[in-house]
């Protein structure tokens, strides 16, 4: 069954967010070390970009590396690294050819320099790129991004460039990491986890949820495809009545 064709291209969510967990089970499950299933993850990341940028998903964000991570072991750390300064020289003419902007959020500073080098080369090069946004949050965590925003609307009351009275959601989005970017509307997490681990806490007030038990070194477009088919099932009421239909307005 070709599951694309079950998509509603005028439904889509424009802004999808990816938790890509379970690269160690699924190495685990092999018999292998949870480096082996980092690497086959970057082969899921291609399959998903390429997935969301034929059904015209317009922003797609993925958590890479989330500030909890740096205290995993060193070794599993460093080939993170390493795999993200490879896969982003790798892929880049081709997300670049294909009209994908490459974006990064998180505490970038901290990362190594040859990681920030690297990602910031791509991110100038496809500058210019509008068809998919794609965003990798690195050293990434909702709770640092918040605090963070917190002291630059501090600092700005403090050089008398903004009113205590004038923060308000809009202001304080605008100081987020995530400025540019239109909430998320679906988040995707694999492996079966049910939690956010810390990831855009601010953003996805009224995100949908979706969960799947599949290891993300195992997640394919049909995947990515069955979870946006359960997005547009389902109805989003932020908080208010169910939108009136003819039937119901006069009973
Ligand atoms: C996700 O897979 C990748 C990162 C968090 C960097 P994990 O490494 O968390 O794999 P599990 O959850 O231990 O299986
Ligand atoms: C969340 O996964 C972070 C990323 C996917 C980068 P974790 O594997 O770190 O989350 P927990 O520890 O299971 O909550
Ligand atoms: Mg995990």
């Not at 980092?38 to 015209?56: C, L, P």
């Not at 317009?58 to 750390?77: D, G, I, M, Q």
């Not at 855009?200 to 477009?221: G, I, N, S």
Request: charged fraction near 30%; aromatic fraction near 8%.
């Amino acid at each position: 069954m070709d599951l694309k064709q079950h998509i509603n291209k005028d439904r889509l969510p424009a802004h999808v967010a990816i938790i890509m967990d379970g690269n160690g089970r699924w190495a685990r499950e092999r018999g292998r070390e949870r480096n082996f299933g980092h690497q086959n993850g970057v082969e899921s990341v291609r399959d998903t970009v390429k997935a969301a940028a034929e059904i015209g998903i317009k922003y797609l964000t993925f958590f890479a590396f989330s500030t909890e991570n740096w205290c995993r072991p060193h070794k599993e750390v460093e080939t993170l690294m390493d795999l993200l300064v490879k896969a982003i020289g790798n892929e880049t003419p081709e997300l670049n050819e294909k009209g994908v902007r490459l974006n990064a959020i998180g505490d970038l500073e901290s990362l190594p320099e040859r990681c920030r080098q690297q990602l910031n080369e791509a991110i100038e090069l496809t500058e210019s790129n509008n068809r998919l946004i794609v965003t990798v949050a690195l050293s990434y965590s909702a709770r640092w991004e918040i605090a963070n925003a917190t002291q630059k609307i501090a600092q700005k009351i403090a050089d008398r460039l903004l009113q205590p009275d004038e923060i308000d959601e809009e202001v304080f989005s605008a100081h987020l990491e995530t400025a540019s970017l239109p909430d998320p509307d679906l988040l995707i997490r694999t492996s079966g986890e049910l939690r956010l681990s810390n990831f855009m806490l601010w953003q996805m007030a009224y995100t949908e949820l979706y969960f799947t038990p599949v290891f993300w070194p195992d997640f394919r477009r049909k995947h990515f495809y069955q979870a946006i088919i359960d997005y547009q099932r389902r109805e989003r009421r932020f908080g208010k009545l169910k939108p009136q239909t003819a039937a119901t307005k006069n009973a």
